[in-house]
C-alpha cells in the first residue's frame, strides 16, 4: 500500500488506516469519515459507506471518468435456459471476453477509434445525466479523454456524492492534523476517521523478498532505476526465477487472470 506524502500523516488523532488494510475494529457508523483517492477502491468506498455516515468527506486530485455498470437480474427464462444448457453460460462469457479484447483491448492504441469515442461519450452521459448540481458535475469531469487512465466502473458513486451528507473537496491537501486533514484553502477538515484510497506501490513486484541471481546480483539493485523483464515473466542473470504479472504484466482493464493465464 502506498500512503500519501502530506505531512502530519502519522498526527491524526482518529483512526487512520489504507483502504487495503481496513480495520474493521473502527465503527464508521454516525461518524465523520473522509476518503482520500478517486480511484476503483476509492469509488467503491464512498458508494458503500456514505449511507451510513454522519459526514463524507473525498479529497479528490484527480477527477477520474466514470463508466456505468449495468448489471441486470437474469429472468426465469435465462435461468432455465442455463440449466439445461451449460454451453450457455459458456456463450456469455466468451461473448464479454470477445467484447473487451475486440472492442477496447486491439484498439487501445488508436486514438481516432470510433470505439474509444463511444466510450469516452458513454463516461460523458452519464456524468452529465446522472450529476445534478452544476458546479460539483464540472469539479467531477476530467480533462482528458476517457480510457487514457484506467476507467473506474461503478452505477453508485454519483449519487453517493450528491447526497446531503457527502462533500467534495477539490484543494490540495497540504497537512494532516490531530482534528483532521487542513487543505490549501486554510480549510481545516474536521474527522473522526481517515482512509487513504491511495493505490500501491506498483512496481514492488517482489517486495520484501530478497532475490539473488548468477554472480551474486541483487534483483533491486538491477531494479534500482525501473522494473524491466522478457515478456513480463523473466529477468536476465536470474534463471529459475519466473514471475506471473510482472513488470508490463498488469494492463489496464483487463482480467489479470487471463493476462496470468497467458503467462502461463
Not at 482520500?36 to 463524507?56: D, H, K, N, P
Amino acid at each position: 500500500p502506498k500512503l500519501p506524502d502530506v505531512e502530519g500523516l502519522d498526527t491524526f488523532a482518529g483512526a487512520a488506516f489504507h483502504s487495503a488494510r481496513w480495520d474493521h475494529t473502527v465503527p464508521i457508523e454516525g461518524r465523520r469519515v473522509g476518503v482520500v483517492g478517486t480511484g476503483s477502491s476509492a469509488v467503491q468506498i464512498v458508494a458503500a459507506i456514505t449511507g451510513r455516515v454522519r459526514e463524507l468527506v473525498l479529497f479528490q486530485r484527480t477527477p477520474q471518468w466514470i463508466s456505468p455498470t449495468p448489471n441486470p437480474a437474469y429472468g426465469d427464462d435465462e435461468r432455465e435456459r442455463f440449466r439445461t444448457d451449460p454451453d450457455a453460460i459458456a456463450q456469455v462469457r466468451r461473448e464479454a471476453s470477445q467484447m473487451l479484447t475486440d472492442g477496447f483491448a486491439n484498439i487501445i492504441g488508436d486514438t481516432d477509434s470510433p470505439i474509444l469515442q463511444m466510450i469516452h461519450d458513454m463516461c460523458v452521459s452519464n456524468l452529465e445525466t446522472n450529476v445534478r448540481d452544476p458546479e460539483l458535475r464540472e469539479k467531477l469531469r476530467p480533462d482528458y479523454r476517457a480510457a487514457c487512465k484506467r476507467l473506474v466502473m461503478s452505477d453508485g458513486f454519483y449519487e453517493a456524492i450528491q447526497r446531503p451528507n457527502a462533500r467534495l473537496v477539490t484543494d490540495r491537501m497540504v497537512r494532516i492534523e490531530p482534528e483532521g486533514v487542513r487543505t490549501s484553502d486554510g480549510t481545516l477538515h474536521a474527522l473522526d476517521v481517515l482512509v487513504f484510497a491511495t493505490g500501491f506501490h506498483v512496481d514492488w513486484f517482489v517486495r520484501p523478498m530478497r532475490v539473488t541471481g548468477r554472480d551474486g546480483v541483487r534483483l533491486d539493485d538491477l531494479w534500482a532505476h525501473g522494473a524491466t523483464a522478457y515478456m513480463s515473466l523473466t529477468v536476465p542473470d536470474f534463471p529459475n526465477f519466473f514471475m506471473l504479472n510482472g513488470p508490463s504484466g498488469p494492463v489496464g482493464n483487463f482480467s489479470l487472470i487471463e493476462v496470468a493465464e497467458l503467462q502461463c
